[in-house]
């Protein structure tokens, strides 16, 4: 329409001011709990509640690192959470890529029965989950003993299935992998095959394949799966809480948690500090993935 | 022939590369979720004589669950929190977000990265934000703000412990539904609202002829996907409340969690998983077969 009539136009603006003030409202709604972990963090004398600093300072910071196992807590998150990450993204592109190219029977079931799994609740699996990694955890210590001696238990703080490094990456890589697999699949559906093509013609094997053509040009997908992934095990209270009871094994939720569960004083600083050092990671890999966000959620289990 | 052959080899090679997810997502998914079936009827506990020797009862966890007023409790809390955050109010925010975000005005970027923000905090940190805004006394934030309304200050968690975990998986839940529900708002021609507002339909028609009945699908779709991640949410109600006061806020992840962990009943909390997986297929079905609409 060339002509706006006056009074579609005071109508328009009515309703863009009905828009700026809702969106405002909402906002609001969805900042304000954040300022007290921002705020709280740099103030020297932190309360629970939310207020200007009087003395600024990085004094919380720094005991996070020092008189704190925050260094070990982020460490041991990111190396954890890093290492289920990429199993995803290794694991989610060889089946994701599978699921592409095959035109088997057992594609389309498979494909729904693994959005069905996305949908049980981690809570109903984690007992007997636990009992299972238990029994293997039993079986790989009574094969190391005899082998490594006293040894066996360094080997198991990385290899063990409770209360090890690999145990917990396996578990919180599984959980990610129904969603990566599904992205994985679309982004091959959305690459022609000339490529592969292309290569089957001048003799390559199906791993020079994967290496030379696929890999590269399946970064993008690679990078959503994985941003996915971390994203969701980077938030994870449930499982290190199960199957991570040692102290040298915390990771930051449990180390945050813990910190506030503290019978004393509890050190409001501390932990706003730890609060903001742990939502940095998410926050960043959040913005990376907000225009992978669309897909994901409607279009990304799409067959 | 011989192009038959290459191509069962290349079929095998393709289900070889799938083998290692395959064998990750039996071992660690459907191991465990047919086991907890197992675990139900057994009296398996982590302590005690039964921790030894666990013996086969039947459906005598189930008896004793349909007789348990603790869990009919936690289903009903698992019910209203579902209802109340995710069904409600995340889908009516979200597609107020997501309408008002459609319209040309500035700051459009601006806002919908607010809005994002609560689904990055991480279920603890999210539990502890809203700690310090709801508790008690009169310097907490929300008692701040409604004191600007002239309402009373109170011990928000504990007054309305269910009423908080609502708004706060609310507040969580914004972004998820609005996304998608965007996706759902750009697939309606803005020429059939072009049409509408030519014959003199009023925004409220037009919302409820046009963009509901045709955002129908999409709807659905959202109800399933926040219901069946709803029920799942465990870490931020346990930061919360850890489902006090008094089972307030016991939903069915939290009871499970007590029955295994802390009352250390294997067996019998294994029995509610089962109802909740069962519950959570159901929803997961319907789903499936929304998806399958769309494919």
Redesign the interface.
Known sequence: MAVISPSEGANKTR??L???A??SI??I??????F??LL?SFDGNA?????WPEQWTLANYARVFTKEDGAKWLFNSLFVVGGATLIVMV??G??G???S????WWKLPFL?A????????????????Y??LLTLNNAEGALLRPIFGSYARDIMRWTGFIDGYLGIM??L???Q??LG?WIMKTFFDGLPRDYEEAAVMDGAT?MQR?RRVLIPLAMPGLAAAGLFAF?SA?????LPL?FLSSPELQTL?LG??RA?LRINEIDYGL??AL?FI??LP??V??GFA?RF??QT???G??? | MARNSHEKRTERQLLLVLLPSLILLLAFVIYPALYSVYLSFTNEALTGAAALRPRFVGIRNYVRLFNDAKFWNSLFVTFVFVMGSAVIGQFVLGLISAMALRRPIRFRQFFSSIILLPNAAPEVVAGFMWISMLAGGEHATLSRIVAFFGIDPADWLNAFPLSMIIIVNTWRGIATAMILLTAGLSTIPSEIYEAARMDGATPSQMFRRITLPLMMPTILLYMLISAVSTIAVFGLVYALTRGGPGGATEVVSIYIYNQSFTAFQLGYGAAVAVVALIISLILGIGYVRAMKVEV
């Open positions: 309703s863009d009905i828009a700026y809702t969106l909402i906002s709604f969805c900042a304000v709990p954040f007290w972990v709280a309360q629970l509640f939310l207020r694991l989610a060889l089946g890529y599978a699921l190219r095959t035109r088997a729904y693994i959005l069905l799994i996305r949908v049980l609740p981690p809570t109903a699996l984690v007992v007997p989950l009992k299972f396996l578990v890589a599984t959980m992998l129904p697999l199906m994967i994203m980077w938030g994870d209270f449930l199960i939720p945050l948690f506030f932990l706003t609060a742990y939502l998410a926050v890999a959040f907000r966000l669309v959620f409607s279009g289990v799409k067959g």
